[in-house]
């Protein structure tokens, strides 16, 4: 009984993370300004994946976060699969790291995020700038980091309160870390 729930939860909230992703694409995709004037707009998709992967990361399989990168890349006019493999990386990185991640405070998981998110951001524009690919200022792509990094507490708060996506609890997973 508790495989089929486990099973059912994890549809479920594949399902809701797959709608809550195209959802923001189209978006982005409207002609509207997310922040102030001059401000690039968070990057949330980023946000809500790190943020579903480290608080349920049974809930965001990695090949359902290529699709959607994969998706994003197409609709938002970039090198396609880059961004997207970038995501994927620092995914497992963090998938890795999540059982260890879960009893440390808040702000050393927005620290670790906010890391994170500053090496892909760097990795995607070297690599860009690799293969001698336009880009748009470093200014620009930095202010955007550091605005998605400060919607990422704003994230945590809309997904725990709105979607009921919080850490998982000690009794909640089995002897290794995984759910049960």
Same mark, same amino acid.
């Given at each position: ?12 909230y594949g ?10 694409m189209?978006? #982005? ?10 401000l ?18 049974? #809930? ?17 006019l ?15 990185f ?9 009893e ?18 760097l990795a995607?524009?070297?690599i ?12 620009l ?7 998605t990094i400060l919607? #990422?507490?704003?994230?945590v ?12 609890t ?7 870390g995984?759910p049960?």
């Amino acid at each position: 009984m508790a495989d089929n729930n486990l099973t059912a939860n994890r549809w479920l909230y594949g399902s809701a993370y797959l709608a809550l992703m195209v959802a923001l694409m189209l978006f #982005y995709l409207l002609p509207t300004q997310l922040g102030p004037r001059g401000l690039p707009g968070p990057d949330l998709l980023l946000c809500v994946t790190i943020l579903w992967l480290l608080r349920r990361p049974h #809930y965001v399989p990695t090949l359902l976060v290529a699709a959607v990168f994969l998706l994003a890349d197409m609709l938002f006019l970039r090198p396609p699969g880059l961004w997207a493999a970038l995501v994927v990386l620092a995914v497992e990185f963090l998938r890795a790291r999540e059982t260890s991640s879960r009893e440390q405070p808040f702000l050393v998981e927005w620290a670790i995020v906010a890391g994170v998110m500053l090496a892909i951001t760097l990795a995607y524009r070297l690599i860009l700038a690799l293969f001698l690919i336009d880009q748009g200022g470093l200014n620009l792509a930095l202010m955007q980091l550091f605005v998605t990094i400060l919607a #990422y507490p704003v994230v945590v708060l809309v997904s725990r309160f709105l979607f009921g996506v919080a850490r998982m609890t000690p009794g909640e997973t089995d002897a290794r870390g995984r759910p049960r």
